[in-house]
Nanobody, 119 residues
C-alpha cells in the first residue's frame, strides 16, 4: 500500500521561505511522477510543480522562479523549496504520486499541509 505524507507547512512571513517534504512509502519516488498541488478553500486544486520520472521539473507560472521541486530517491522524498513567499501562496499543499507500475497508473494523495503567509 502506497502512503504519501506531507510535512513542513506552517506560518511564514511574506518574503520568507519554507520547505515542504513529501515522503512516499510502499513505492519509490524513482520512476514515478510526483507533483505538488495547492488548494484554497472553495477553489479547485491546482498543480504548481511536478517532477518527472527522470527528474525533469515543471512549474506553474505563479511559482516559477520562486519554488523549486527536487527529489531524493535514497530517502523516497520529494521536496518543495518555497522562497519569496507571498500572501497569495497561502493554501493547503498536497503531494500527488503517480505510480506507473499499474495499468492504468494509480494516483496517490497525501493529507495536505497548510502554509499560511502573513503580510
Amino acid at each position: 500500500q502506497v502512503q504519501v505524507v506531507e510535512s513542513g507547512g506552517g506560518l511564514v512571513q511574506a518574503g520568507g521561505s519554507t520547505r515542504l517534504s513529501c515522503v512516499v512509502s510502499g513505492s519509490t519516488t524513482s520512476g514515478n511522477v510526483v507533483g505538488w498541488y495547492r488548494q484554497v478553500r472553495g477553489i479547485e486544486r491546482d498543480l504548481i510543480a511536478r517532477i518527472s520520472e527522470i527528474g525533469t521539473p515543471t512549474y506553474a507560472d505563479s511559482v516559477k522562479g520562486r519554488f523549486t521541486i527536487s527529489r531524493d530517491n535514497t530517502e523516497n522524498t520529494v521536496y518543495l523549496q518555497m522562497n519569496s513567499l507571498k500572501p497569495e501562496d497561502t493554501a493547503v499543499y498536497y503531494c500527488q504520486v503517480v505510480v506507473f507500475s499499474t495499468s492504468p497508473p494509480t494516483y496517490y494523495w497525501g493529507q495536505g499541509t497548510q502554509v499560511t503567509v502573513s503580510s
